[in-house]
């Protein structure tokens, strides 16, 4: 495995730390007056999801641990267990639904996801950064109603809130990012 310099932590990188897997997920360069810059990263776990907050001189070496990336076809989900199916080998694997957290109302029927493996063990899972959903419950639409940045709140029919625009109504087709949480555009 490669070894990088302290600095050159990216969000995003999967770092060996501390004898587990860790995932960069805010990286601040700092330079303080008195002493040497340093990069403060916080670090989630990949197998527990444990958060730490750690500093990284730029002479303090790291491992970067690249994990292999297959698409794979959500089947359908059975005692809290997420199963999906390798479309080039046929191979199925179960995962726990938790491993989604917040974004698991956004998975649907027959969605290709990208799984992320150490080895031989799933580590996580990365869904559309788009998905289509109907908007089930809203106010209605109001004539004349085009004032620029004024949203309503909608409930979509996998139960997730959003905001919409005024011109969106019920049984309408939206564009929601899986990141964010937020309406992109109409489907």
Same mark, same amino acid.
């Given at each position: ?21 860790? $995932? ?12 040497? $810059? ?37 089947? =359908?989900? %059975?005692?809290?267990?997420? *199963? ?6 046929? /191979?199925?694997? @179960?995962? &726990? ?8 109302? =956004? ?14 063990? @799933?580590?996580?899972?990365?869904? &559309?950064?788009?998905? *289509? ?12 109603? *085009?004032? $620029?940045?004024? =949203?309503?709140? %909608?409930?979509? /029919? ?6 919409? &625009? &005024? ?13 964010? =949480?937020?309406?992109?555009?109409? @489907?």
């Amino acid at each position: 495995m490669p070894k990088i310099n302290g600095n050159e932590i990216r969000p995003g990188n999967v770092l060996e730390h501390e004898s587990g897997l860790w $995932a960069a997920v805010k990286v601040d360069h700092v330079k303080p007056g008195k002493g040497g $810059a340093f990069a403060q990263v916080e670090l989630k776990n990949l197998r527990d999801g444990r958060k730490l907050n750690e500093r990284f001189r730029s002479a303090d070496k790291v491992e970067r641990v690249r994990l292999d990336q297959k698409d794979q076809q959500f089947l =359908f989900e %059975a005692d809290d267990m997420l *199963t999906f199916m390798d479309s080039e080998t046929y /191979d199925q694997i @179960a995962l &726990p639904a938790d491993i989604l957290g917040e974004r698991r109302p =956004f998975l649907q029927d027959g969605m290709v996801v990208k799984i992320e493996y150490h080895g031989e063990e @799933a580590l996580n899972i990365t869904l &559309p950064q788009k998905v *289509t959903c109907k908007v089930v419950e809203t106010e209605p639409v109001v004539k004349g109603q *085009t004032a $620029a940045n004024s =949203f309503k709140p %909608a409930i979509l /029919d996998n139960g997730v809130r959003v905001m919409i &625009p &005024p011109f969106v109504g019920t049984d309408e087709d939206i564009i929601v990012n899986t990141e964010t =949480f937020e309406y992109t555009e109409r @489907a």
